[in-house]
């Protein structure tokens, strides 16, 4: 069973950077699409950006292109999102998620088999 567990995450100002941590378990890593998604209150999930196994290619959401960077690193299990410039309306809860596909990145929370339990953004305006 792979367990995933993010960390990171916390109150910061408008303009300022924050780095989440994914750190995976239990299954081949490795081998899996890692991506980031975020809720705030009474929307679903919302996709963030995306990293495969092969060539480590990258997707991210329009609004966060250029702002924020999706990393992995297969020796430590861990995938990164370093987020910078950040604005007051990505507050919200960020979760890790693995889709064993590996290959093909996809946006939508269903293609994701597992998930980390989300950690806490605010951002103060």
């Known amino acids: 069973q792979v367990q995933l567990v993010e960390s990171g995450g916390g109150l910061v100002q408008a303009g300022d950077s924050l780095r989440l941590s994914c750190a995976a378990s239990?299954?081949?890593?490795?081998?899996?699409?890692m991506g980031w998604f975020r809720r705030t209150p009474g929307k679903e999930r919302e996709f963030v950006a995306a990293i495969s196994w092969i060539y480590s290619r990258t997707d991210y959401a329009d609004s966060v292109k250029g702002r924020f960077t999706i990393s992995r690193d297969n020796a430590k299990n861990t995938v990164y999102l370093q987020m910078n410039s950040l604005k007051p309306e990505e507050t919200a809860v960020y979760f890790c998620?693995?889709?064993?596909?590996?290959?093909?990145?996809?946006?939508?929370?269903?293609?994701?088999?597992?998930w980390g339990q989300g950690t806490q953004v605010t951002v103060s305006s």
């Open positions: 998620a693995a889709d064993r596909s590996g290959i093909v990145i996809r946006r939508t929370a269903r293609d994701y088999e597992y």
């Open positions: 239990g299954g081949t890593f490795s081998r899996y699409v």
